[in-house]
C-alpha cells in the first residue's frame, strides 16, 4: 500500500508540473513574444534552439543516473552514485560551454562599431543558462531516484516560477529585449543548482559505506553512458527523422502544417515521462518485475493508450479547435489520426522498453531502434512524394507497430525478472 501510494503521489506531482509548464506556454510566452517583436523574440528563439540540442545529451544520462541511484539505496551507496554522475553532468556542461563560447567567437559576425552583436550577447549568457540547468539535472536525478518525485518537481516549479516571475517583471516593466529576457534565467539558474546541491548534500551526509572515489566509481558512470549512449542516440533519431525528412521533402506550406500536427503529437508523447520516472525505481529494485511492468502497462494503457484511441476517431475535430483554421484542419486529419495511433502503441510498449533498460539489454535495444531508423527512412522516402505528409503519420506508425509487436514477443513471464525471450 505504501508503495501504491508512493506511485500515485509521484505521477500526480509529474502531471501537475506538466501543466504548469503547459500553461506558461500557453499564457506567458505569448506575452513575451507580443511585448519584444519579432526581432527580439526570434533571438530569443535561436538561443531555446540551441539549448534544446544541448539538453539531447540528457537523452541518455538522465535515465542512467534515475537507475542507478535507485538499485544504489539497497546498498546504501547513493552518495558515491550522485558524487559520480554529478561529476559528469559537470564535465559535459563545462566542455559544451567551451566549445559553444569558443565556436561563438569564431563563427560571429563582427559588430558594428561602437554597438555589440546582441545576438552573440545572448548565445554566450544562453550557455551560462544551460550550464548551470543541466548540471542542475544531477540533484533531479538524484531525487527521482530516491523515488522523491514530488520534491523534485516541487523544487522545478518554484524556479521556474521564480525564473519567469523575474523575467516577465523586467521584459513589461524595464526593457523589452532579448538580453532582459534571458539574464534572470541564468541568474536563477545559478542560485537553483546551488541550492539544490546544498539539499542533495545535506540528505546524503550521514550516508557513507566506503571510498567516494575509488578507480572504479571513476570510470563506471562513463563506461554505463558509453554503453547506452548509441542506443540512447538512435532512439532519439527515431522520433526526429520524420521531421527531419520531410522538411527537405515536403513544400514549406505543407511542412508547415506537419510541424504543428506533429507538434501535439509529441506534446501527448512526452506525457510519458511522469510514468517512467515513477515506475522505473520500482522496477530496478523489485524482486519480481514482471508485476511493476504489468503495473506499468495498466498505467500506461489507461492514461495514453485508450484517450489516444478514442482522440483518433475525431482527429479533424481536434485540429479546427486548436488551430481554428479549417482548411489546416481537414489537411492533416488523417496524418494525426495514425499519430494518435502510434502514440498508443508505443505507450503499450514503454514498459517493455523500461524493463529490458534495467537489465542493461542494449544490444537488443540498439538493433530495435535501427530496424525502425530504416523502417521509417524508407517509408519517408518512397510514399512522402505522392503522400505528402501523410508519410510522416505512417513513419510513426512504423515505429509504433515495430515496439507493439516487441512488446508482445517480450511479453514477461508472471514472477519473473526477464522477459519470454531476447
Not at 503521489?9 to 500557453?26: D, E, F, K
Not at 538522465?62 to 552514485?81: C, N, W
Request: proline content about 4%; some cysteine.
Amino acid at each position: 500500500m505504501r508503495l501504491i501510494w508512493r506511485l500515485a503521489v509521484n505521477l500526480v506531482s509529474g502531471y501537475l508540473h506538466i501543466a504548469m509548464m503547459a500553461a506558461i506556454t500557453i499564457l506567458v510566452v505569448p506575452v513575451y513574444a507580443r511585448t519584444m517583436g519579432a526581432s527580439q523574440w526570434g533571438i530569443v528563439a535561436l538561443c531555446m534552439t540551441l539549448q534544446g540540442l544541448m539538453f539531447s545529451v540528457d537523452v541518455a544520462l538522465g535515465p542512467l543516473m534515475l537507475r542507478e541511484i535507485a538499485r544504489a539505496v539497497g546498498s546504501g551507496r547513493q552518495r558515491q552514485v550522485e558524487r559520480r554522475f554529478l561529476r559528469i553532468y559537470l564535465s559535459i556542461a563545462a566542455a559544451l560551454f567551451v566549445a559553444g563560447q569558443a565556436g561563438i567567437s569564431l563563427f560571429a559576425t563582427p559588430p558594428q562599431a561602437g554597438s555589440p552583436d546582441e545576438l552573440t550577447t545572448a548565445l554566450r549568457l544562453v550557455l551560462v543558462q544551460f550550464f548551470f540547468q543541466f548540471s542542475n539535472n544531477a540533484a533531479i536525478g538524484y531525487w527521482n531516484g530516491m523515488q522523491r518525485q514530488a520534491f523534485a518537481n516541487l523544487r522545478l516549479a518554484m524556479f521556474t516560477l521564480m525564473k519567469h516571475g523575474l523575467a516577465l517583471a523586467l521584459v513589461l516593466g524595464w526593457k523589452a529585449s532579448a538580453l532582459v529576457y534571458l539574464t534572470p534565467f541564468a541568474i536563477i539558474g545559478g542560485l537553483e543548482f546551488l541550492t539544490n546541491q546544498w539539499r542533495v548534500r545535506a540528505s546524503v551526509a550521514g550516508i557513507h559505506t566506503g571510498p567516494l572515489d575509488s578507480d572504479h566509481d571513476a570510470v563506471s558512470g562513463w563506461r554505463e553512458l558509453a554503453a547506452y549512449g548509441p542506443t540512447a542516440i538512435l532512439g532519439l533519431l527515431t522520433t526526429q527523422i520524420d521531421r527531419v525528412a520531410l522538411s527537405f521533402l515536403l513544400p514549406a506550406s505543407e511542412y508547415g502544417v506537419y510541424y504543428l500536427i506533429s507538434a501535439l503529437m509529441l506534446s501527448l508523447l512526452s506525457l510519458q515521462a511522469p510514468i517512467h520516472r515513477a515506475f522505473l525505481p520500482a522496477l530496478v529494485t523489485a524482486t519480481a518485475a514482471a508485476r511493476v511492468v504489468a503495473a506499468m502497462r495498466r498505467v500506461s494503457v489507461l492514461a495514453l493508450s485508450l484517450p489516444c484511441l478514442a482522440m483518433a476517431v475525431f482527429p479533424e475535430f481536434l485540429l479546427r479547435v486548436w488551430l481554428h483554421d479549417a482548411t489546416m484542419a481537414t489537411a492533416g486529419a488523417d496524418c494525426l489520426r495514425l499519430q494518435l495511433l502510434a502514440v498508443a502503441l508505443i505507450a503499450f510498449y514503454a514498459p517493455t522498453g523500461q524493463l529490458l533498460f534495467s537489465q542493461h539489454r542494449y544490444p537488443l535495444m540498439f538493433r530495435m531502434n535501427a530496424v525502425i531508423l530504416v523502417l521509417q527512412g524508407g517509408i519517408l522516402v518512397i510514399f512522402a512524394p505522392t503522400l505528402g505528409l501523410l508519410a510522416g503519420g505512417l513513419a510513426w506508425c512504423g515505429l509504433g507497430v515495430v515496439q507493439a509487436v516487441m512488446a508482445v514477443v517480450l511479453w514477461p513471464r508472471r514472477g519473473s525478472d526477464a522477459p519470454v525471450t531476447g
